[in-house]
């Protein structure tokens, strides 16, 4: 078996060990709820009600996608590791670092899924909007044609599991998300009232913009969290995780910021800037992922275009930090002792 093949073969066993975790499903249910109940909570608001809704919400599925991301990484490997149940595989000539590939590649597949579903709900919930007012009326089509789509991902998923042994959780994600697609696509050609109108009319490109953002930095994080969970276990890797995406979002506010006042006198010519200390503050810069590069919704409340180009950077960003943190999960893996 080459290289590739083996990859693939440790992806698929993951992506459907993943999918099949009660968490995962009870991630995204909370998830699920708190986008749906933030519509009601941003009513009372003294501003642009929207507005609070979509920061919110947005932020609940990035949350969600990073907490799950951690869960999942400690699921299919740092407990497979203390349960030694990975010797069986690295011990039959399979590469620790296509192993590690293989899981990472699993695990974004999971969480491709379920942030999928949770982007899907809030976009569902998005369409339907605040009611500011109470003679604003109710998105009827929003509503009905969710509850229908999410009432039929749980039909299947019992009809599943009670006639076929298949996991409810794994049927339920991967069943959910097309339905949802579907009950939003349908719901974009009716107004409140079921009244015939164009798709276009209520389509927000640019949320799903945001929502492909966010998907692209929960994937970074996964990166973050598989290379930790090759040496800690499920609370520290949860902590680790946890803690380099608050830092990551506050990377310019801590760092960056002090980057650009070391970079100020030393353009002004003052003699208290060490060069030394400088290159330091720029090399912890550079080091820590900015996570604030795959958030976007002030660009959203502020009626912005997101542009393609923004949208081509952060993707390659995302591929760089994805591609040094599994870097550095290899070099801590290859002396991970699993005997």
Known sequence: MGFVEQVLAVARNTLLES??????LVVVLIGTLLVIMSNPFAAYTMDDDNRMFVDIGLSTVFMSGAIL???LATSVLSREIENKTVLTVVSKSVPRFAFLLGK????????TVCT?????????VEMHGVLQTAATP???PVISLGLLAVLGALGAGIWCNFFYGMAFPAVFLVLGVPLLGIAYGMALMFGPDFAAQAPAKEFEGELWKAILLVLAGVLAMASVAVAASTRFGQVLTVAATLGMLLLGLLSDWIIGREVAELERLAQAGSVAVNSATLWCWKAAYAAVPNFQVFWTVDALNQG?????????WALAYGALVTTAALGVGTALFQRREVG
């Open 19 to 24: 999918v099949r975790q009660p968490v995962a």
């Open 69 to 71: 991301s951690a869960l």
């Open 104 to 111: 990472y590649l699993g695990v974004a597949g999971a969480l």
């Open 116 to 124: 999928a579903f949770l982007g899907v709900a809030f976009a569902l």
């Open 138 to 140: 109710m998105h009827w």
């Open 304 to 312: 912005k275009s997101i542009p393609g180009s923004y949208i081509g």
